[in-house]
């Protein structure tokens, strides 16, 4: 076990008493990177409006290159056609050519593609009747899988792409069998994918539930990939609600699940991020500090239904008088996709309901503070000025911004700005109390020496 010293100044930054009203900090220590920013929180589930074979187009550029996106996932969902097990070739084909046009869009931007095989089975909820493995029988699900290759090889459609394994398989709504059946499924589904496109990253295993050191499911799948020698290239899972927890908890237990079980050290797609409730600039800036804080890739979940799940970008857009236009979630996202150069050590406030992140580029400091579904004061507990150039106490600019949010149908503009203080310091640290104006409404900070 490392043990982790604490200088007598960090002891007090972080014994020192709250503001008055404040229920709790969270700590950014700029002299501290923690690697380059890249965004990582920046994809989306679907959200690409469907074109044939071909890139969709309607959205302008600006809209996705403006927030960095560099990731989607996709399979066709909600469409017509039902999908394999549906009516077999028929029934599959207008999902891949969904997921082709959903690829195309993507790679147009340079972003990651992760496609969804239950989509093209037709699993993607409602009653589809059969399963991978019914009646331990796997010719059709093999049939399925070399179809689905041989597709993606004649497309040309392997840059970039991640195949997600099987989506939420412990939900009844998308795998309706045991969940032995999906082990089984999971390790011959990876060994056929492996087969056929050796150099492809498989994900898996994409469950609703979060990872659970306790959790049943988690615990025979860790044993059963393990046993297989079917670990796929990058783990995956939701986190969706607070039920689910957050990163901060979830990502310890993945630790002590791999160390269990035997398990290496992966890449992580948190391929679905935040419910409905939490689409917001506040809760968003929360998944974000969350996802940054441990590297991983974060999706945005979709929660529109049939056409409006191939459309809007999972909600970071809308459309009036027949024109894309950006929503208070957008402008956060934008803001996000500015902040460039390292990322410096953050935590979260021990109630779990407040997060940052930070960044450093030359000797200026932003920050975004967001809390978790709660209206409450918090602070944030600023060290290492020192690391921007400036001295160990004085005074420093904090130019302020907020981040409105009035639905996902609503245009916002640019963030407020509402000011530029010169704050005073000591000991190297800042704190900043955040009093926001509702739960949905996120802060950006920007430190730099005085003008
Ligand atoms: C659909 O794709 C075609 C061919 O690339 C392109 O000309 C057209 O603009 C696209 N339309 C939309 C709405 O994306
Ligand atoms: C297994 O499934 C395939 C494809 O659905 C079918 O043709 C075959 O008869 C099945 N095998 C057995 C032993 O039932
Ligand atoms: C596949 O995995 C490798 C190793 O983790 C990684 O470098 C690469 O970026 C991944 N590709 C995609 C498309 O996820
Ligand atoms: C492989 O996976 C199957 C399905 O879960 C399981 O029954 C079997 O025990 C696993 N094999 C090993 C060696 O763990």
């Known amino acids: 076990m490392k043990t982790i010293t604490l200088t007598p100044f960090l002891i007090s930054l972080l014994t020192s008493p709250l503001s008055t009203n404040a229920a709790g900090f969270a700590t950014v220590d700029l002299s501290k990177s923690t690697g380059a920013a890249q965004f990582k929180a920046s994809g989306f589930i679907y959200g690409w409006p469907d074109n044939g074979t071909n890139a969709a187009t309607g959205i302008a550029g600006n809209l996705v290159r403006d927030i960095k996106f560099n990731a989607n996932r996709a399979g066709g969902a909600q469409i017509s056609a039902g999908g394999w097990a549906r009516g077999g070739l028929a029934q599959y084909t207008p999902r891949f050519n969904s997921a082709l046009s959903n690829y195309k869009t993507t790679r147009m931007y340079g972003g990651d593609f992760i496609l969804l095989v239950h989509d093209m089975w037709g699993a993607d909820g409602g009653n589809v009747g059969k399963f991978p493995g019914d009646n331990d029988n796997w010719t059709e699900m093999e049939n399925f899988i070399k179809q689905v290759c041989k597709d993606l090889r004649a497309n040309n459609m392997l840059e970039g792409l991640v195949i997600d394994l099987w989506n939420e398989p412990d939900l009844t709504m998308f795998w309706a069998k045991s969940w032995e059946q999906f082990l089984s499924y999971s390790a011959r589904a990876y060994k056929l994918f492996k087969?056929?496109?050796?150099?492809t990253n498989i994900s898996g295993p994409s469950m609703a539930h979060s990872a659970g050191k306790n959790d049943k499911n988690w615990q025979a799948w860790a044993r059963s990939m393990a046993g297989n020698k079917t670990i796929p290239d990058i783990y995956s899972w939701h986190q969706i609600g607070d039920w689910e927890r957050e990163?901060?908890?979830?990502?310890?237990?993945?630790?002590?699940?791999?160390?269990?079980?035997?398990?290496?050290?992966?890449?992580?797609?948190?391929?679905?991020?935040?419910?409905?409730?939490?689409q917001n600039p506040a809760n968003s800036v929360f998944y974000i500090g969350q996802l940054e804080r441990w590297n991983l890739r974060g999706l945005r979940s979709n929660w529109g239904g049939g056409s409006a799940l191939h459309d809007f970008m999972a909600n970071l857009v809308f459309k009036k008088s027949g024109t894309y236009q950006p929503n208070g979630e957008w402008q956060l996202y934008k803001y996000y996709a500015g902040m460039t150069g390292e990322k410096v050590a953050t935590t979260a406030a021990t109630d779990r309901k407040f997060d940052v992140f930070a960044t450093k580029s030359g000797n200026v400091a932003k920050i975004i503070a967001g809390t978790r579904t709660?209206?409450?004061?918090?602070?944030?507990?600023?060290?290492?000025?020192?690391?921007?150039g400036l001295e160990k106490s004085g005074k420093v600019s904090v130019k302020t911004y907020r981040f409105d949010w009035s639905g996902d149908s609503t245009q916002v503009g640019a963030p407020v700005d509402i000011g530029t203080k010169d704050m005073t310091y000591s000991n190297d640290a800042l704190t900043i109390l955040m009093d926001p104006a509702t739960i949905s409404t996120a802060y950006a900070y920007e430190l730099s020496a005085r003008k």
């Open 374 to 388: 709660v209206k409450a004061q918090y602070e944030v507990r600023v060290s290492g000025l020192s690391s921007l």
């Open 195 to 199: 087969q056929e496109l050796p150099t």
């Open 247 to 278: 990163p901060d908890s979830t990502i310890p237990d993945l630790k002590s699940l791999q160390k269990t079980y035997g398990l290496p050290d992966r890449p992580i797609d948190i391929n679905e991020y935040a419910s409905k409730g939490e």
